[in-house]
Every structure is written in C-alpha cells, then in structure tokens.
C-alpha cells in the first residue's frame, strides 16, 4: 500500500513537533496535525505565559525589599492589560517560531481537528490522509469539578486573557498549577483564597518541603485552607461568584478550577483502532511508545508518565531516532528534576523521603533552613528549605529538595549529580560559592536528628 507519510502526528505541542521535526530529519516524510495553535499547552497555556506571569508577579516584592536597600518606590501600579497583552505577544512570536521548525526540514501542517478512522487512516473535515505511522500526541485538558455552578469557573486556559484583573479570586485545587496561580496573584495584588480538600498540598512532593512552602505562602498573606472543599458557585449580583465553602459563603470576582487534567482524547476515533486505555484512561503504550495498534504510538502527557514539557520532548526523541534514525533508543525516566514556580519556588530532583523508606532505603537525611543573606537587610521575613535524603548505606544521594529563591536553577545544576551517582561524600568535597544559597547543599555535615 502507498501511503500519504511515513509518519502522522497528531497533535503540535512540545513532543509533537519535536517528533515531527527530527523524524523529517531523518528522512522521513511527516505531517501535522493540529486544531488550535501551534506549541501545545505549554507554549500557549502552559509554562511559557505561565513564567511570564511569575516574572510579573515577583516584581511586587522585590520592590518591597528594594526599601531596605534604599529605593524609595511609592509611586508604584500595575497595569494587567500590560501584562497580558504582552505576554500574548511573545506567545504569538512563539508560534511563529514553531512553524518554522516544521517547515525547515519539509513538515507539512494540516490545521484542523484529527479523528481516527482505522489503523494506519486520519480524516481532517472531507480528507483522508493515510501513513504508515502515526503518532499521538494531542496532550491533556483542564477538568473542572463536579459541582453546581461549574461553568462560572475558569480554567488555566483562560486565566492569561481576563479582561478584568481579578481583585479576589478563589483559587481550588492543591496541585502545581492552582500553587503557582495562587503565587502569581497574590504577588500582582490581588486577595487569594486557594481551596484543597485534602490535608496538604502538592501531593508527591516531599512533605518537609510542602509544610514549609504553606508556612511561606501564608507569610505572604495567602489564605491557604486545607481539609477544605467548594459546594456550589452562583453569579452574584454584584456581577461576580458567589462561592458556597465549607466554612460559609464568600465573594469573589473569579474563580480559577485547577482540579486535575485528563488525556484529550475525546473526538480522536480510539474506538476505530485497538489501541486501550489504562486504568486511569490514559492511552496503554510500551517502551517504545507503541499502542496495542502496531501501526499506532503515543507520547507526552496523554500517556499517564510524568507531565513535563522536557519529558515530552524527550520521549520524542527517542521515538524518532528509534523509528527512523539510527537504532532503538528508549526513555529514562531516573532523576527527572522539577520545578514548581510558587512563590517561593520549589525545585526537586530523586527521591522524596517518604519515598525512600518506602522502597526500603534506610536513609539519612540532612537539611538547611536559613534566612537568605539578601533578607537581612530587606526586612522581608522570607526563609528557604534545603534537604538532602541519602542512602545511609552506600551514601548515595537519592534526593535533593529545595524551597527558596532560585530553587529550580539550582536543582538542574543537583540532576546531573545525581544522575551521575553521586554521594553525600562528594557533595562534602565540593567547595561551595560563597555568597550563595546553593553553598548550603554542599557544606551540609549534620545529620537530622
């Protein structure tokens, strides 16, 4: 059979292109498939403006501290128009870019929505397009919760584009992303409420460093509740949310759902192919990203591994070099470093102590928590958290943490040696740059007790 392509993507985020573009590197013949922009989540609604936000949010603070320095800032506003408009303006650059990395090395792109229609056949609208491969990799999607008055809410898919800037905005949700937004409007002014309904937040991080990021954020006056659930939203009529808590009713000008994503898989046509879902519905694929359809493989976030824009990327790559370059290459998912961009940040690579004992470690652990020597003469109260969390039986360090300025540099700087095996040891050896924080993970000699 002559098929269209040797590869069809469907789906232009991160993993997407990157598949896309190396396997047309390799000398394959590749379209794309996308129905929004190009760039996916993360270029358009994800970690790009995201940042962009954080950078803007930050600036409140760091005006506050400049006091102690002797900046006089009265006359300070902020204008979220500003805001928003320009970091619309770098998303678009972005795409643009994006775009061009498909057509450099002769992707075709077909805008329109992808569906399925058997193993090796995608119809776009009136067109059926054929390869001899095809890849998924369409992502995930906000979910909002099942409650009354959900559809007043919004997601992180609208958050970078409300006309209005929010005065009050409840927050629900206790993951990275509903963290991260209760830090960006908290720092640009508004009066933040984020809302968990179980006892802690950020669950999967290590539990030393969650405590102490609640303990930071509330410092900076954000209404943290825990063990706290949203009933109901209705509009008021004042024209904003009435939100029905646990703890009562409030008031609000916005509420932000950051509840959890599930794979965008709906209108794709699974139902036309034998490629199955996991238990918790992500799409089923081995090591070589290959569906229980042999002509099908899948990537990214709508696989169930962790939802990262490097580890997407990353899997792409080896895709491409597997099914078109020069031998098979598989993915390893071994100390993966992440960052949260809460304020302050987190950053963290390896293993959480909790994890550790878990997998049968008897470890030891040491941590650092100091005031910054930028706060002692800013006035501002602000702390960071390091912890390592060593194998006490071959040194070995299985996990560094970190709450504080800077904590995501850092712990990519951490990843490499940890990746490389190192141990306490050589963390002990290392001569630290002084005056810095990252010092601290190098001249850390005594054991938690």
């Known amino acids: 059979m002559a098929f269209d392509y040797d590869l069809l993507v469907i789906g232009a985020g991160s993993g997407g292109v990157r598949a896309a573009r190396k396997s047309a590197e390799f000398g394959a013949r590749v379209a794309v498939i996308e129905e929004r922009a190009l760039g996916g989540t993360c270029v358009n609604v994800g970690c790009i403006p995201k940042k962009l936000f954080v950078y803007a949010s930050e600036f409140s603070e760091a005006l506050k501290a400049s006091e102690g320095f002797g900046w006089?800032?009265?006359?300070?506003?902020?204008?979220?128009?500003?805001?928003?408009?320009?970091?619309?303006?770098?998303?678009?650059?972005?795409?643009?870019?994006?775009?061009?990395?498909?057509?450099?090395?002769?992707?075709?792109?077909?805008?329109?929505?992808?569906?399925?229609?058997?193993?090796?056949?995608?119809s776009v609208g009136e067109r059926i397009i054929s390869a001899e491969k095809i890849l998924l990799a369409t992502g995930t999607w906000p979910v909002l919760p099942d409650i009354p008055g959900k559809e007043l809410a919004i997601t992180s898919n609208e958050v970078f584009t409300l006309d209005q800037f929010p005065e009050r905005i409840l927050i629900v949700g206790g993951g990275y992303i509903a963290t991260e937004f209760a830090g960006i409007f908290d720092g640009l002014g508004a009066s933040v409420l984020q809302s968990y309904r179980s006892e802690l937040f950020l669950k999967g991080f290590d539990r030393d460093i969650r405590r102490f990021l609640a303990e930071e954020m509330r410092k900076k006056g954000i209404d943290l509740r825990f063990n706290h659930h949203v009933m109901a939203l209705e509009r008021s009529l004042a024209g904003g949310i009435k939100a029905h808590l646990s703890d009562g009713v409030e008031a609000f000008d916005t509420a932000l759902c950051a509840t959890g994503r599930k794979p965008l898989i709906d209108r794709l046509g699974l139902e036309h192919t034998a490629v199955q879902l996991t238990p918790e519905g992500y799409v089923a694929v081995n090591a070589q990203f290959q569906t229980h359809e042999p002509s099908i493989y899948a990537l990214g976030d709508m696989t169930g591994g962790p939802e990262l824009t490097p580890v997407a990327i990353a899997e792409a790559m080896a895709f491409a070099q597997t099914q078109f370059g020069e031998g098979q290459k598989t993915m390893d998912y071994g100390h993966i470093a992440t960052a949260v961009f809460s304020q302050p940040p987190i950053g963290t690579v390896g293993l959480t102590e909790e994890a550790a004992l878990a997998q049968g470690h008897a470890v030891t652990v040491y941590e650092s928590n100091f005031r910054p020597l930028k706060h002692t003469v800013s006035g501002c109260e602000d702390r960071t958290l390091m912890k390592l969390v060593v194998d006490a039986q071959s040194d070995r360090v299985l996990g560094a943490h970190m709450v504080g300025a800077d904590a995501g540099e850092i712990c990519q700087g951490l990843a490499i040696a940890l990746k490389m095996g190192a141990t306490k040891a050589d963390f002990d050896r290392t001569v630290g740059i002084h005056p810095t924080a990252a010092e601290e993970f190098v001249t850390m000699r005594t054991p938690r007790t």
């Open 72 to 122: 006089q800032t009265e006359a300070v506003s902020f204008d979220w128009p500003t805001l928003r408009d320009n970091a619309a303006q770098e998303v678009a650059r972005l795409n643009a870019i994006y775009e061009r990395l498909l057509e450099t090395p002769g992707v075709d792109i077909i805008y329109g929505h992808g569906t399925l229609t058997g193993s090796q056949t995608v």
